[in-house]
T-cell receptor
Framework: GAVVSQHPSWVICKSGTSVKIECRSL??????MFWYRQFPKQSLMLMAT?????????EQGVEKDKFLINHASLTLSTLTVTSAHPEDSSFYIC???????????FGSGTRLTVV | GDSVTQMEGPVTLSEEAFLTINCTYT??????LFWYVQYPGEGLQLLLK?????DKGSNKGFEATYRKETTSFHLEKGSVQVSDSAVYFC?????????????FGQGTTLQVKP
């Protein structure tokens, strides 16, 4: 139990285009999901906290107009990187609080490469 | 704010060696502490956790004890295997808010050679 499915696992896009990343909770309802960004050989940096039915809370320094987060249902949160540029290339990971023994469950991540 | 500091890597060990990865934290409240493991190209998997002082988390031969007096949560394993090669992250749940977000250390890469 407590599986978070993240898609796509990797994507290559052209500079200036937008990319949507989906994060789904498969066997539980996720009221809150988190979006992280990981640079090569570095730690995970929290980008935003996504709450179902309300606006996401962004961390300081994260452009909310560039990284659009939607959490329209209890099982789906999406991150859209708008007008992507090469500096947006990174590994993006979502997670959800599942409680109990599982705690935070993470998606498998999305490798975004902007060319 | 809350923070986590891990020992720098990479840590290179021979198979069956003893492993210690140091982790210390700073928190204003009483956070829960976690160790996550990340294999190449994958997301994070929970390795173990501890929710209060003196708790010991353990899993797959790894263990860590929540030490409030030294604000530490060091990861140990008595005999590592090649398959343990991965990046290990120490993390705490943010005690300053109700959002439940995690704060991660910088990660420590472990390389185990046969």
């Amino acid at each position: 139990g407590a599986v978070v499915s993240q898609h796509p696992s990797w994507v290559i896009c052209k500079s200036g285009t937008s990319v949507k990343i989906e994060c789904r909770s498969l066997d539980f309802q996720a009221t809150t999901m988190f979006w992280y960004r990981q640079f090569p050989k570095q730690s995970l940096m929290l980008m935003a906290t996504s709450n179902e039915g309300s606006k996401a809370t962004y961390e300081q320094g994260v452009e909310k107009d560039k990284f659009l987060i939607n959490h329209a249902s209890l099982t789906l949160s999406t991150l859209t990187v708008t007008s992507a540029h090469p500096e947006d290339s990174s590994f993006y990971i979502c997670s959800a609080w599942t409680g109990g023994n599982y705690g935070y469950t993470f998606g498998s991540g999305t490798r975004l490469t902007v060319v | 704010g809350d923070s986590v500091t891990q020992m720098e890597g990479p840590v290179t060990l021979s198979e069956e060696a003893f492993l210690t990865i140091n982790c210390t934290y700073t928190a204003t409240g009483y956070p829960s502490l976690f160790w996550y493991v990340q294999y190449p190209g994958e997301g994070l998997q929970l390795l173990l956790k501890a929710t209060k002082a003196d708790d010991k988390g353990s899993n797959k031969g790894f263990e860590a004890t929540y030490r409030k007096e030294t604000t530490s949560f060091h990861l140990e394993k008595g005999s590592v295997q090649v398959s343990d090669s991965a990046v290990y992250f120490c993390a705490l749940s943010d005690s300053s808010s109700n959002t439940g977000k995690l704060i991660f250390g910088q990660g420590t890469t472990l390389q185990v050679k046969p």
